[in-house]
Nanobody
């Protein structure tokens, strides 16, 4: 059974930082592309960042480039999202997703495995 368990969300002021973690079990982690998406009410789930297995190729949403960093620990089967210089537009529920791809897919519909989500709230 595949499980993705996120942690690290919370409330922070504009300009602050948070680090999200996603612990993965039951998935071929070394071969999996791991991604972060976020969602706000009445909007579609939005791609934020992804890191491919084996070669660690990375993609980011343009608006988070230079502020967010995605990484993974193969020994701990965990993927991270370090978020710096947060702004109010970063508010949302952040989801970890995983799938065994050969490509680095940015579409939420392509991922079968999801975490429960963790709330990130950025305020002034």
């Amino acid at each position: 059974q595949v499980q993705l368990v996120e942690s690290g969300g919370g409330s922070v002021q504009v300009g602050g930082s948070l680090r999200l973690s996603c612990a993965v079990s039951g998935l071929a982690f070394r071969r999996a592309t791991m991604a972060w998406f976020r969602q706000v009410p009445e909007k579609e789930r939005e791609f934020v960042a992804a890191i491919r297995g084996t070669d660690d190729k990375i993609e980011y949403l343009d608006s988070v480039k230079g502020r967010f960093t995605v990484s993974r620990d193969y020994d701990k089967n965990t993927v991270f999202l370090q978020m710096n210089r947060l702004n109010e537009e970063d508010t949302g529920v952040y989801y970890c997703a995983g799938e065994v791809f050969r490509t680095l897919d940015l579409r939420a519909a392509r991922y079968d495995y999801w975490g429960q989500g963790t709330q990130v709230t950025v305020s002034t």
